[in-house]
């Protein structure tokens, strides 16, 4: 059993900052990417930022500049620093990642169950 659980979400005014949080915890043999989506009212569920085990990132370019990805490989954990908000960042945000649970198997994504980040004008 494998569990991802965030943290971090809440109401903030525009310009300010949030930090979110994902655990990963449960029978873990290693995590490959990890990476945060969100997802607005009405829209589809969009790829903010990912990161790999080795640390390399990539962000959509809403964000560039304004969100930094990271992890701590020791705790099983991704976090999403959020700078400079807009009330268009406001959505439910998710955390994935690709678990492998045993030696020789195949990765196989989680999802998290969601934190909503509402950003005031």
């Known amino acids: 059993q494998v569990q991802l659980v965030e943290s971090g979400g809440g109401l903030v005014q525009a310009g300010g900052s949030l930090r979110l949080s994902c655990a990963a915890s449960?029978?873990?043999?290693?995590?490959?990417?990890m990476r945060w989506y969100r997802q607005a009212p009405g829209k589809q569920r969009e790829l903010v930022a990912d990161i790999t085990s080795g640390g390399s990132t990539h962000y959509a370019d809403s964000v560039t500049g304004r969100f930094t990805i990271s992890r701590d490989n020791a705790k099983n954990t991704v976090y999403l620093q959020m700078n400079s908000l807009k009330p268009e960042d406001t959505a439910v945000y998710y955390c994935?990642?690709?678990?492998?649970?045993?030696?020789?198997?195949?990765?196989?994504?989680?999802w998290g169950q969601g934190t909503q980040v509402t950003v005031s004008s």
């Open positions: 449960g029978s873990i043999l290693s995590i490959n990417a």
């Open positions: 994935n990642a690709a678990i492998n649970r045993y030696s020789g198997a195949i990765s196989i994504n989680y």
